[in-house]
Structure formats: C-alpha cells, structure tokens
C-alpha cells in the first residue's frame, strides 16, 4: 500500500472509530462546532449546493452539502400600471 492509501487508510478509520455524525455545521473528524470557516457557495444542479469547509481545531477540510427547497417569495414588488 503506497504512502497516500496509508494516510487515507488512518483517516477513514480514525473517522469510523469516532462515530461522528454528519450534522451542518460540525467538523465531521472532532466534532468542532462553531470554529469553522467557510467559502463560497458552489452550485451543483439546480436543487443543491455545497460550502467548502475547515476546521479551525483540528484543520480538516470537506465539502457541506444541502438540497435547496422553496420555502416563500419575499420583497415582492409591482410595478406600477398606467
């Protein structure tokens, strides 16, 4: 096994030992909540985005994805008819 699938290989057991949850907003590895940055929102395909994460504690990165649904119109303006 090469270097890198040694390191993955670690990784995706430490993850699997810890039993973390997939939950927004919690850094997946340590269980960090709140010390997170994110970037900007990336588009998919139409109905879902991701937000590009790390984790300021243990310094873990990955991918935050959510499934857009309508929730209201807001603002709304009309134009005035003459």
Do not use: R
């Given at each position: 096994?090469?270097?890198?699938?040694?390191?993955?290989?670690?990784?995706?057991?430490?993850?699997?030992?810890?039993?973390?949850?997939?939950?927004?907003?919690?850094?997946?590895?340590?269980?960090?909540e709140g010390n997170?940055?994110?970037?900007a929102i990336t588009?998919?395909?139409?109905?879902?985005?991701?937000f590009e994460a790390?984790?300021?504690?243990?310094?873990?990165?990955?991918?935050?994805?959510?499934?857009?649904?309508?929730?209201?119109?807001?603002?709304?303006?009309?134009?005035?008819?003459?």
């Amino acid at each position: 096994m090469n270097n890198n699938n040694q390191q993955l290989s670690k990784i995706n057991t430490t993850m699997n030992n810890n039993n973390q949850q997939h939950e927004q907003g919690v850094c997946p590895c340590c269980g960090n909540e709140g010390n997170i940055d994110y970037g900007a929102i990336t588009s998919l395909d139409g109905d879902s985005m991701y937000f590009e994460a790390v984790c300021n504690e243990c310094e873990a990165t990955w991918e935050e994805h959510y499934t857009l649904t309508f929730d209201s119109h807001e603002q709304i303006q009309k134009t005035n008819e003459q």
